[in-house]
């Protein structure tokens, strides 16, 4: 949901989407939104596979989630950067803040400076509660998951 908010919230920096249709800007903010979470998956993944395990989010370990960071910002430049010069598959409007060297937009990049924090947050938040509500339940002893209690 917060890459589709996002998805949306940048139309207007992208040539052809004021004079879109409702439904076909909505279609495309859709299928840009697959994308990002391909994106986020894989490089879920790859933090997981570098660290050795996928309980890092759990137990909030920075390194993994910088690598999530950086995979995605790199696949992102990649991408945007393929879709705006030689596929064509899309413009900047000129009130897009652009990178300077990379050729890219600055509002793509935000994305994934900003998004994944919050995700991981509000995911790993949503894990610890359930996994102390699991554990209220069964009369097992709160666990204790990266160092805090539940």
């Not at 990002?36 to 996928?54: K, M, N, P, V």
């Not at 759990?58 to 879709?83: F, H, M, N, R, S």
């Not at 596929?87 to 509002?107: F, K, N, Q």
Request: net charge positive; aromatic share 10%.
């Amino acid at each position: 949901m917060t890459n589709f908010v996002w998805e949306i919230l940048q139309v207007p920096w992208f040539t052809g989407m004021a004079e879109a249709s409702h439904g076909s800007v909505i279609g495309l903010c859709i299928r840009a939104t697959g994308g990002d979470i391909r994106i986020l998956l894989a490089s879920f993944w790859l933090s997981s596979i570098i660290c050795g395990h996928r309980q890092w989010l759990l137990k909030g370990e920075q390194k993994p989630a910088g690598i999530l960071i950086i995979t995605a910002l790199v696949v992102t430049i990649i991408l945007e950067w393929l879709a705006t010069d030689p596929l064509e598959r899309w413009a900047y409007t000129d009130s897009m803040p652009m990178i300077p060297l990379l050729g890219v937009g600055l509002a793509p990049l935000l994305q994934w400076l900003l998004l994944p924090p919050l995700i991981m947050w509000l995911t790993r938040r949503h894990m610890l509660s359930h996994n102390a509500f699991r554990s209220y339940g069964s009369g097992e002893p709160p666990r204790n998951i990266g160092g805090q209690t539940r």
